[in-house]
């Protein structure tokens, strides 16, 4: 047994595929580990034991009845990795069993509005515990740079987030309870929620009306379960406008394998545009000779002339922010795994709020379940019909109240929510970028350039 005096304890309920991710990344932060694992089916637990020994973890509970390990006086975190209709039920016993303190919870948070409104109610009834939404995406390196900048201003105010995942189909789950909606709540929320959720935390805005149009064409649709036709939807465009006058596109398409990148993320404000992309989630290298990052602003910021020839093009700044071997191998995120896991638990020792609350799992289920409700209805949706506006005035306030605002909006907005840390911080930020292939460290701890990377603590 690897000696961890003094180390954060995780249980585990659900060790599926993600589960075990977890788990792969526990066994590289610095002082943590897993002293409980729960799952009701034998061979995820056979899967699960094998993968603790391999980590040195021998001692580690392995259980099967979930409720077991909520009993456990002696944890730090929860994860809930179980499929996405069952995290209501884990929830609800989390928060019945006294002495809960993190509590994180794989998105999507729930597969309905009602469930993800008593969550809110639990949550709210129990400010001792550190409730947090798995949203990994968030902490992929070259997107989190994405976040940072955007939100530092580096392109003004952001008019137009263009998110497109294209990919390889949903993989085989224990029991195949992603191939129906009524398990996941459709392909918008249970994959598309990642995506929602990174538009509100860019955007910083409220959303106003949500067009979409998918459907099944290629995947699942010869398969059959228990005499039940695989319902999944594989392709869509959802458009969603948002007040103060940007707007945002996602484009997910699950029958494209063969694709350069699997994220593709691009925003543009009114002084520039930058990209983030993240590779297929089979790699388990990092390619640095490819840009993962790009910048490009206007030297002439907002004012723009226009004349009768086309101007001369502005080359933007391409980068790699680099991503440690070790975190590639850990997952099939980019290291991001890694990342949530360290501010989950920095945020839990110093009783902190979540970086990804009920809230914002809530938003991101609602835009998913609002897309979908588009394409069945065949119209367009106004946010406010999911019953979402109470959480989202009490999140904030009167700022947004109004469907009425002005194009200032979007930069009170942003900065009444204070999202992006301190001011200093802020400052920090607008320092220039490093010049392709010069390396920097930035504040954030990135290290700009072809070829650098911040390193995991261990
Ligand atoms: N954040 C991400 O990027 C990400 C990636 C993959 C999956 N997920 C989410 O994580 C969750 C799990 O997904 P997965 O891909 O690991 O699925 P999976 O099918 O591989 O694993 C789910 C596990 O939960 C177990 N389980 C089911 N019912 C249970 C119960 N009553 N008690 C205990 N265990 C139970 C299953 O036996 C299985 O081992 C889903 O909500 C999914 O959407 C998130």
């Known amino acids: 047994m690897v000696s961890r005096a003094g180390s954060f304890r995780f249980g585990i309920i659900g060790c599926g595929c993600i589960g075990r991710e977890h788990i792969n990344n526990i066994a590289l932060l610095d002082s943590a580990t897993v002293v409980a694992v729960a799952d009701s089916f034998e061979g995820s637990r056979k899967a699960c034991c094998d993968l603790l020994h391999q980590l040195g973890m021998m001692e580690t509970r392995i259980l099967e ?210 990209e983030a992309f993240a590779p297929a989630h089979g790699a388990e290298t990092d390619d640095e000779r490819l840009p993962n990052f790009i910048i490009g602003t206007a030297p002439f910021g907002e004012k723009r002339k226009i004349s009768d020839e086309p101007p001369p093009p502005i080359r933007p700044q391409e980068m790699h922010v680099a991503i440690d071997e070790r975190l590639m191998k850990a997952g099939h995120h980019c290291g991001a795994t890694y990342y949530e896991l360290e501010v989950f638990v920095s945020a839990v020792r110093q009783q902190q709020k979540a970086h990804v609350d009920a809230i914002d799992g809530m938003l991101a289920v609602a835009l998913g379940l609002a897309a979908h409700k588009a394409i069945d209805e065949m119209r367009i949706v106004s946010f406010s019909e999911m019953g979402v506006d109470d959480w989202w005035g009490r999140r904030h306030g009167a700022l947004t109240a109004s469907a009425d605002v002005n194009e200032n909006a979007h930069k009170k907005a942003s900065l009444a929510l204070g999202k992006t840390g301190s001011s200093q911080k802020l400052l920090e930020m607008q320092k220039d970028l490093p010049m392709d292939g010069e390396k920097q460290t930035q504040v954030d701890g990135w290290e700009l350039s072809m070829r650098g990377q911040r390193q995991p603590s261990k």
């Open 65 to 274: 009845d979930y409720r077991e390990l909520l009993q456990m006086q002696d944890l730090d975190g929860v994860i809930v990795a179980t499929p996405n209709h069952h995290h209501i039920h884990v929830i609800r016993d989390a928060f019945a069993t006294p002495g809960i303190k993190g509590l994180m919870v794989e998105k999507p948070l729930c597969t309905t509005m009602e469930d993800c409104f008593e969550v809110l109610q639990l949550v709210a009834q129990h400010p001792e515990v550190v409730f947090w939404v798995g949203m990994e995406y968030r902490y992929i390196p070259s997107i989190d740079r994405l976040i940072t900048q955007v939100h530092s201003g580096a392109i003004g105010t952001p008019k137009m987030l263009s998110i497109r995942e294209h990919r390889f189909p949903f993989l085989q789950k224990v029991g195949n309870w992603n191939r129906f909606t009524s398990n996941t709540g459709g392909t918008l929320v249970e994959k598309c929620c990642h995506f929602f959720d990174l538009m509100l935390h860019i955007m910083e805005a409220k959303p106003l009306r949500i067009m979409a149009s998918g459907a099944q064409d290629v995947n699942h649709i010869d398969e059959v379960y228990d005499g039940r036709q695989s319902d999944i939807l594989d392709n869509a465009y959802v458009v969603i406008e948002f007040e103060g006058g940007g707007r945002a596109c996602m484009d997910i398409c699950m029958f494209a394998e063969a694709s350069r990148h699997q994220e593709e993320i691009a925003c543009v404000g009114t002084t520039g545009k930058i």
